[in-house]
């Protein structure tokens, strides 16, 4: 497999009953007697605008009951240097971090951040507050839209005790963002941020964590077995518009083109006319203060074109909202646009979930959009947020209550940052001879390529596809986050070839191996994936199947 998609450079550590892995800087899969406690630890260092400062690990030092990781967070106007280290002394593990800051900046978090792992959905704790009172919770099933436990000096989950020092510590349901756990982390965020962090001031905070020998996490009986059921229409696939500088050749992937328009840029009609000759009818996503003149220029523009559908969002926001749709539907119907209209989110589920009482109810669907990378870049990261697409999924749909829901484009990386708190680059000249919207405001992932990912997008679909789920898009036709030459084209292509059948979907046992299918004329067709570093045989409805790690294949089946 490609070193670029699963990370070589992992280091194993076990004390007693204790093991982790350290990758990069994150002490990861935290394991107490081989039942997962924390799916990893990290110190985090956030500047105004949350942008991560880059972390470098300088050394590690292994001993029989400690390991002690030296950090350097330096960049974005910061420089801090700490020591990342973990202590067992019997029973307990100690994760502490102290540092000292070099440079004076601006701050949105600095401290360590702990991630419980997806499994906890549902477990009962007992949370001690930093007055000392007790309080019983509940890890929330749903995808909690905001702070599920605040106030925390310790945890308490039957079998793990967790107690934090250094700062008040409150937790969030990061299942918004599909990464696969909910996180624990300082600094509320009731508190005003950014704040100021001077040189020469110290940090300190530790984690506690106490176990017995429960053991938890552990894989279920028939975890090999995939059952898929009918489900209503395949979904339509989609590919977003290059956003790439000219020279852009049409593409002809995917049943329909996504294009985004910044109103505000004055690259939106070349960017609407460039997507216009890949012959696709347009998905419109509109970017918009929502003044009268952009929204009258934007919809004399789509006049001329083919256009699907139109979900207007709200340029500071990255909503939909009342006033806004009202705008842009008065704007349509002057122009003689004839085409649904649709609200949601532009960024990330977050936004949809926190804010479904403001996103209006009169459309014509639901948008929502999911970025897996926004919070780390690991591949493991990458294939863990896999089974929280389908949550993500299965939760827009009941927000959206009978309406279809449009996921998509999914990008590896943020196309644009959504909590930016100074404007982010764009375009200054009316051509495209530098590109538009992502290729000023997104990060490019060298994943992009691998063939790996080909099989992660059969997965995402398979997770995606749920009854209620009209259409699905991935990444860009062309350019550095294109499809165009890469592996991943193909399972585009596999998954577009499947429209116009009956779905076929079901969940994973593990959220490792996948399967997606489309019926129709008496014969089923299934994309099955394994996401997995080791071969897996499974069987999908009685058929056997056997994969490489990170491939994908065809079935079909009469």
Not at 86 to 110: K, P, S, Y
Not at 253 to 261: I, K, Q
Request: net charge negative.
């Amino acid at each position: 497999m490609n070193a670029s998609w699963w990370r070589t450079d992992a280091i194993a550590w076990s004390a007693g009953e204790w093991s982790l892995e350290l990758r990069g800087d994150e002490l990861a899969e935290i394991r107490h007697h081989d039942a997962i406690v924390l799916r990893g630890v990290r110190a985090a260092v956030r500047v105004r605008g949350w942008q991560t400062v880059p972390v470098l690990v300088t050394a590690v030092t292994a001993e029989p009951d400690a390991l002690t990781v030296s950090l350097r967070h330096e960049g974005l106007g910061t420089l801090l240097d700490s020591t990342l280290r973990a202590t067992v002394h019997g029973g307990e593990l100690m994760i502490a971090w102290a540092g000292v800051n070099q440079i004076g900046f601006d701050a949105c978090r600095v401290g360590l951040v702990a991630l419980h792992p997806a499994s906890d959905s549902g477990r009962p704790a007992v949370v001690v507050h930093t007055d000392g009172a007790a309080e019983d919770v509940v890890f929330p099933e749903a995808i909690s839209p905001h702070q599920p436990i605040r106030d925390i000096r310790e945890l308490r989950l039957n079998d793990v005790v967790l107690a934090f020092h250094g700062d008040v510590f409150e937790m969030e349901d990061q299942r918004n963002w599909t990464d696969a756990s909910f996180k624990t982390y300082s600094r509320p965020l009731a508190l005003a941020y950014p704040y100021r962090v001077d040189a020469g001031e110290a940090v300190r905070q530790s984690i506690t964590i106490r176990a017995s020998c429960a053991q938890r996490g552990t894989r279920a009986i028939g975890a090999d077995v995939i059952e898929l059921r009918p489900a209503g229409a395949f979904p339509a696939i989609g590919v977003e518009a290059s956003t790439a500088p000219d020279p852009v050749a049409a593409a002809d992937l995917g049943a329909f083109r996504v294009v985004e328009l910044d109103l505000t840029t004055p690259t939106w009609p070349a960017a609407l006319a460039r997507a216009a000759t890949d012959g696709r009818p347009l998905d419109v996503r509109l970017v918009t203060r929502g003044t009268a003149q952009e929204l009258s220029a934007a919809a004399a523009a789509l006049s001329e074109v083919e256009v699907l559908r139109i979900t207007p969002f709200d340029s500071d926001e990255h909503i939909t909202t009342a006033g806004l749709l009202g705008a842009t539907r008065a704007a349509l119907a002057t122009a003689r646009v004839h085409a649904p209209l649709l609200a949601g989110s532009r960024s990330h589920f977050t936004e949809l979930n926190r804010e479904q009482a403001r996103i209006p109810r009169e459309v014509d669907g639901i948008v929502v959009n999911t970025t897996p990378l926004f919070h780390a870049l690991d591949t493991e990261q990458l294939v863990e947020a896999v089974a929280v697409q389908r949550l993500i999924a299965e939760q827009s749909v009941r927000i959206a209550d009978g309406r279809p829901v449009h996921i998509g484009p999914v990008s590896l990386r943020p196309r644009f940052n959504n909590v930016a708190t100074t404007p982010e680059p764009g375009p200054d000249r009316a051509d495209l001879s530098k590109g538009y919207g992502a290729q000023f405001t997104g990060a490019v992932d060298e994943r992009q390529t691998s063939a790996e990912l080909a099989a992660w997008v059969v997965a995402s679909a398979a997770a995606s596809a749920v009854p209620g789920v009209a259409t699905l898009s991935w990444f860009e036709t062309t350019g550095p986050r294109g499809l165009e030459g890469t592996p991943a084209a193909e399972a585009i292509a596999a998954l577009e070839a499947l429209a116009g059948g009956e779905l076929l979907t079901g969940p994973s046992p593990d959220g490792l191996i996948w399967a997606i299918g489309s019926r129709r004329d008496d014969a089923d067709t299934v994309l099955v994936a394994n996401l997995d570093r080791i071969e897996r045989a499974f069987s999908v409805d009685a058929a056997s199947v056997a994969l490489a790690p990170g491939t994908w294949s065809r079935i079909t089946r009469r």
